[in-house]
């Protein structure tokens, strides 16, 4: 399986950015995927989650209200709309797959490289 970001930048605070993840592999449409970010000198912390029909979504409770998870199982890729964002958003962020929900909320087994977010005051 492999997990290509894009999407990233620098905006000021209160504006917007898309993420994406195309995915591919093996029965990728299938399966839940996540976004997970890390700020410099921190973990990395899960952001959101949504099932492989994209009917069931789920978010941290920092980005709840702000950020919304979607993904197209034709393509297959996986976006992160990101509105009202804050300095405190700024990190490096990962898009993550995994075989089973509970697993891709905390410990994923496929991830991207990465795409860097700075949110500037």
């Known amino acids: 399986v492999d997990l290509v970001e894009s999407g990233g930048g620098l905006v000021q605070t209160g504006g917007s950015l898309r993420l994406s993840c195309a995915a591919s592999?093996?029965?990728?449409?299938?399966?839940?995927m996540a976004w997970f970010r890390q700020a410099p000198g921190k973990e990395r912390e899960f952001v959101a989650a949504i099932k492989w029909s994209g009917g069931s979504t789920t978010y941290a409770d920092s980005v709840k209200g702000r950020f919304t998870i979607v993904r197209d199982n034709s393509k297959p890729t996986m976006y992160l709309q990101m509105n009202s964002l804050k300095p405190e958003d700024t990190a490096v962020y990962y898009c993550?797959?995994?075989?089973?929900?509970?697993?891709?909320?905390?410990?994923?087994?496929?991830w991207g490289q990465g795409t860097q977010v700075t949110v500037s005051s």
């Open positions: 993550a797959l995994s075989t089973v929900w509970s697993r891709v909320l905390k410990s994923p087994d496929y």
């Open positions: 592999g093996r029965i990728v449409g299938a399966y839940p």
